[in-house]
């Protein structure tokens, strides 16, 4: 291949990255370009502009690049931008093209600061660049700024991840040198998807504000966290000269003197710089996709046959034909009202066999999550007594009272019956948001029809919401009802003496200890997270949950146990999760005060998933381990 193919490799990536965005597949092609990676303030933006030579960037404090910038520099003759979604309208003062990235962000993320992976396609021409395409993506963050989301430090994540962890992107890692290396944002992620340092390109910038007598010699040496294509040091404008207005040729023009007069970088300043590095970029990505294009040639040509394939199916289509369309459209509305029952009904084709879902997860609410919720409502049974002591001298007034009064009795009750009604909305809220979530896992199939899918998740949505509130005022209609008569002649009431037979029974065959009756509640995984490094620290065991005891295993065949506790005088509570570890809590206490397990005061278990937490203490609740009563009653909503 000749010089000239290999200086036309990055357009012709250029125009299948513009081609690919057109069609909304970018993201699903691996296509070899270079990401720029790196905290807030590191400097990209500065090395950026010092290629084109143009202030044409959004600036200002916090995050703000908000969505991924794929910038495309094309050595032209002439200078002048373009944008991908401003076709033929091209932009000769750079000041228009920062005020269009930003009007563009906003367009898609608002103004409030959120972020985006819908990236935007800038192509700059000019005479002063060679060809280059990079990704500018947003500066990773930790503390949310005005109304981002809580979670912005996740969302920015998730967003880097998917250009980073493709094989054919390099990365840009772009660290300032006045903070530690070791603590670099940009340098832990590219550790993190490219271990043996293969496809990370190291810039250090602010070189020139270090501490007196501290350089990073090493750094650019490529001794200290060496990677394989090294580091390249730039000097970018400072804070003060961007405010002045002050010219990039300049500006690289004093970084070619820091550079040749330090001593401590005058032996490599022919390899530093923003020239050099825009020049090593150049020369890497041309190599870089002159590496990968057979095997994307191969990608193509296998997706091209099949998509010629399936467009042989569609020979004798005729796309005019409006019954055509309508039989289309209905087959698409039926198929979706099919895979929704059998979401709920539980017999898709496909079963989920990571999480529960659908009908499953609605079982899970009512029948472990909700029952949990109104165990917690139970009062103390102190309170409860001074409660209806102070009910029945009101409502004897002066008078001394020789029987216990009917009103009393409705009082409390009815008190207790109201309590229901937040967990009862608290039920259908979760219903109601698995089968949201269910019509949005139902309409991936109409994933290439954007328009369709939004309107039907839109109106199935919306039919949702509507019977939502008829839902939760038929609730409240139930437990009105039984506010306002207690009815103490059915079947199901235990009055006082009944109430003493009762308790006399269960006594007596509690004293009987039947062993017959004793069944097994609950089998599975949990961790034992409380014990010391030095007994070997937190350990996982298969554990036996009955309704005398919770016995626990070295592993599920049962053969060697390892030790079994009464639940006798149990109660559980929700633990912290701590900042080291991904697991989720709750531990087991005695409420007479004694330790639990050998010396520990309670035995802290804990799993992968809140839902697998959930669904042990729903268990322990069958067994009579109830809460701690000062865990908040939406901790398992």
Partial sequence: MGNQGMEDLIPLVNRLQDAFSAIGQNSNLDLPQIAVVGGQSAGKS???????????????SGIVTRRPLVLQLINCSTEFAEFLHCKGKKFTDFDEVRQE??????????????????????????????????VDLPGMTKVPV??????????????????????????LAVSPANSDLANSDALKIAKEVDPQGLRTIGVITKLDLMDEGTDARDILENKLLPLRRGYIGVVNRSQKDIDGKK????????????????????????????????????????????????????????????IEKEVQEYKNFRPDDPSRKTKALLQMVQQFAVDFEKRIEGSG????????????????IFHERFPFELVKLESDEKTLRKEISYAIKNIHGVRTGLFTPDMAFETIVKRQIAQIKEPCQKCVDMVISELVNTVRQCTQKLA??????????????????????????????????????????????????????????????????????????????????????????AKEYWFVLTAETLSWYKDDEEKEKKYMLPVDNLKLKDIEKSFMSSKHIFALFNTEHRNVYKDYRQLELASESQEEVDSWKASFL?????PERSVSSSSFF
């Fill in 146 to 171: 005005g109304d981002q989301p809580p979670d912005i430090e996740h969302q920015i994540r998730e967003m880097l991840m998917q250009f980073v962890t493709k094989e054919n992107c390099l990365l």
């Fill in 349 to 364: 084709d496909q079963v989920d066999t990571y999480e529960l879902s659908g009908g499953a997860k609605i079982n899970r």
């Fill in 101 to 134: 990235i930003e009007a563009e962000t906003d367009r898609v993320t608002g103004h409030n600061k959120g972020i985006s992976p819908v990236p935007i396609n800038l192509r700059v021409y000019s005479p002063n660049v060679l060809n280059l395409t990079l």
């Fill in 46 to 60: 500065s090395v950026l502009e010092n290629f084109v030579g143009k202030d044409f960037l959004p600036r200002g």
């Fill in 448 to 537: 290439q029809y954007p328009m369709l899918r939004e309107e039907m998740e839109r109106i199935v949505t919306q039919h949702i919401r509507d019977r939502e509130s008829r839902s939760k005022d038929q609730v409240m209609l139930l437990i009105d009802i039984e506010l306002a008569y207690v009815n103490t002649n059915h079947e199901d009431f235990i009055g006082f003496a009944n109430a003493q037979q009762k308790s006399s029974q269960m006594n007596k065959k509690k004293a009987a200890g039947n062993q017959d009756e004793i069944m097994v509640i609950r089998k599975g995984w949990l961790t034992i997270n409380n014990i010391g490094i030095m007994k070997g620290g």
């Fill in 247 to 306: 010219d990039i040729t300049a500006a690289l023009q004093a970084e070619r003197k820091f550079f040749l007069s330090h001593s401590a970088y005058r032996h490599l300043a022919d390899r530093m710089g923003t020239a050099y590095l825009q020049k090593a970029l150049n020369q890497q990505l041309t190599n870089h996709i002159r590496d990968t294009l057979p095997g994307l040639r191969s990608k193509l040509q296998s997706q091209l046959l099949s």
């Fill in 622 to 626: 069958r067994a009579g381990v109830y």
